[in-house]
Nanobody, 116 residues
Framework: QVQLVESGGGLVQAGGSLRLSCAAS????????MGWYRQAPGKQRDLVAL???????NYADSMKGRFTISRDAAKNTVYLQMDSLKPEDTAVYYC??????????WGQGTQVTVSS
């Protein structure tokens, strides 16, 4: 079982930056891929970015060039650097881990609010 704890959300003005962190614990050696998703009020949860165990990254088209996913293997932590934030980036951001056996874990979510 994998536990995930997010931090780093908050309120920022349009054009600003935030960095989210996701610390993993538990059966971390079972993790294949980690990523970030977001969910705005009344909308479905959508992919933001993924990073594989080998460091390969994948981004949703609207985040390319503005968001960067990275990881610190020694700290079992994944980061999401968000730059040039827009009001439409406002959402609850969730960390996700997918194990080699297909088990998916979620963090509790962290609120990101971008004011215009």
């Amino acid at each position: 079982q994998v536990q995930l704890v997010e931090s780093g959300g908050g309120l920022v003005q349009a054009g600003g930056s935030l960095r989210l962190s996701c610390a993993a614990s538990g059966n971390i050696f079972s993790i294949n891929t980690m990523g970030w998703y977001r969910q705005a009020p009344g909308k479905q949860r959508d992919l933001v970015a993924l990073i594989g165990r080998g460091g390969i990254t994948n981004y949703a088209d609207s985040m390319k060039g503005r968001f960067t996913i990275s990881r610190d293997a020694a700290k079992n932590t994944v980061y999401l650097q968000m730059d040039s934030l827009k009001p439409e980036d406002t959402a609850v951001y969730y960390c996700n881990a997918l194990t080699f056996s297909g088990v998916r874990s979620w963090g509790q979510g962290t609120q990101v609010t971008v004011s215009s």
